[in-house]
């Protein structure tokens, strides 16, 4: 009984994430164009619900092959949302007056690392390996390189992180600062 109401409430919520997220993009893209902390947010929120999409449409995949394959693409997704997260939080600091090139070199080369991770992992098995199952649930094996994207991944977000941080510091007023929390 549990279990088919979750089977049920997944792609429902997984719509709901897809819609959502489609959205956010749209609306900022369209009011904000121009603004850096809105281009950011927009690639942010894009590669997130460029995960949930194959997400979505891995419900309707009928073969393991054809699933290894989408999942390969939601790579696309999850290899650049570090660096979009930390291009976002840069951009954020950056209103506050703080300005560092070495930030811009480091949202730079996460942006690198996230195509070569997405490289691999849709064309070789450094990263992610073959297709396994789980309670009917498939997903690829992590590859020898898995745990350094890991790394990359954990030290992306930090980073990204204790930029907000960083920004909400520098707000000069409360209400500034409640709205950067």
Request: proline share 3%.
């Amino acid at each position: 009984m549990i279990e088919e109401m979750l089977a049920l409430a997944n792609p429902i919520l997984l719509s709901v994430n897809v819609i959502i997220g489609f959205s956010l993009f749209v609306y900022v893209f369209a009011h904000n164009f121009r603004s850096p902390v809105a281009q950011a947010y927009c690639a942010l929120t894009a590669f997130v619900t460029l995960v949930y999409i194959v997400d979505l449409g891995l419900d309707r995949v009928l073969s393991r092959e054809a699933a290894e394959t989408w999942l390969r693409l939601q790579w696309a997704g999850i290899a650049f949302v570090p660096a979009a997260y930390l291009h976002f939080s840069e951009a954020i600091l950056r209103t506050t007056g703080s300005q560092s090139r070495l930030r811009r070199v480091g949202v730079a080369a996460a942006y690198a690392l996230g195509f070569a991770s997405f490289l691999m992992a849709v064309s070789t098995d450094l990263i992610v390996r073959g297709i396994g199952s789980l309670d009917g649930i498939v997903h690829l094996m992590p590859g020898p390189l898995f745990s350094a994207f890991a790394a990359y991944y954990i030290l992306a977000s930090a980073s990204g992180w204790g930029n907000i941080v960083r920004a909400e510091a520098r707000c000069l007023t409360s209400t500034s600062r409640r709205r950067m929390a």
